[in-house]
């Protein structure tokens, strides 16, 4: 099955400044990479999202990078702020038989924005 | 509109009993996937259901089960509760049948203590 390894665990940037959070897949079939953000106690909200016919989607102050030859993706933020803290996790969807199709999620990244 | 819903908000039981948690997907969305996050971990792939069929189901002990109605919407079962249980359960819905490039759409959760 699939198995994504995301990196780093915790990460501290100063407001303003820009934060990198990096994600691995196994699986060479999947094709859909979202990005979540989960504020403590709530659902993960999705913030973008790549399917594997492009290689970079940018929304405002967030990005998002895929190389399907190194089996990797990179959720990109810049000009961070405060709100910006919460816990990121990234995604891939996979088939797992019989007409299925499951995300598995990396361990998360808890960003801190420190003002 | 109206989107995806769980009951209840939150639920506490003890070891050995059972528990039923529900879900209503978005109008329109045939699709229902359940998923396990335990503190400070990225939600685990329990079950997914389409047109009412199991169509996957993740590593877990047969004490899960699920089932979804022909409204679409669904139940998950857990028996014989044990302390690891103690997690948010995640409700997912989607419009087109399960494949590798759909969006999922989270409920707020289930937030389910065993004590």
């Known amino acids: 099955g699939e198995n994504v390894e995301q990196h780093p665990s915790t990460l501290s940037v100063q407001e303003g400044d820009s934060a990198v959070i990096k994600c691995t897949y196994s699986?060479?079939?999947?094709?859909?990479f979202p990005w979540y953000k989960q504020e403590l106690g709530k659902r993960p909200q999705l913030i973008i999202d790549?399917?594997?016919?492009?290689g970079e989607k940018k929304d405002q102050r967030i990005a998002v990078t895929l190389n399907k030859t190194a089996k990797h993706f990179s959720l990109h933020i810049t000009e961070t702020q405060p709100e910006d803290s919460a816990v990121y996790f990234c995604?891939?969807?996979?088939?797992?038989?019989?007409?299925?199709?499951?995300?598995?999620f990396g361990k998360g990244t808890k960003l801190s924005v420190i003002p | 509109d109206a989107g995806v819903t769980q009951s209840p908000t939150h639920l506490i039981k003890t070891r050995g009993q059972h528990v039923t948690l529900r879900c209503s997907p978005i109008?329109?969305?045939?699709?229902v996937s359940w998923y396990q996050q335990v503190l400070g971990q990225g939600p685990q792939f329990i079950f997914q259901?389409?047109?009412?069929?199991?169509?996957g189901r993740g590593n877990f002990p047969d004490r899960f089960s699920a089932r979804q109605f022909p409204n679409y919407s669904s139940e998950l079962n857990v028996n014989a509760l044990l302390l690891g249980d103690s997690a948010l359960y995640l409700c997912?819905?989607?419009?087109?049948?399960?494949?590798?490039?759909?969006?999922?759409?989270f409920g707020p959760g289930t937030r389910l203590t065993v004590l």
């Open positions: 995604a891939a969807r996979s088939h797992s038989g019989a007409g299925s199709y499951q995300l598995t």
């Open positions: 699986d060479s079939a999947s094709n859909y």
């Open positions: 790549i399917r594997s016919n492009v």
């Open positions: 109008s329109g969305h045939k699709s």
């Open positions: 259901y389409y047109e009412k069929e199991e169509r």
């Open positions: 997912a819905s989607e419009l087109f049948p399960p494949n590798a490039y759909n969006e999922q759409f």
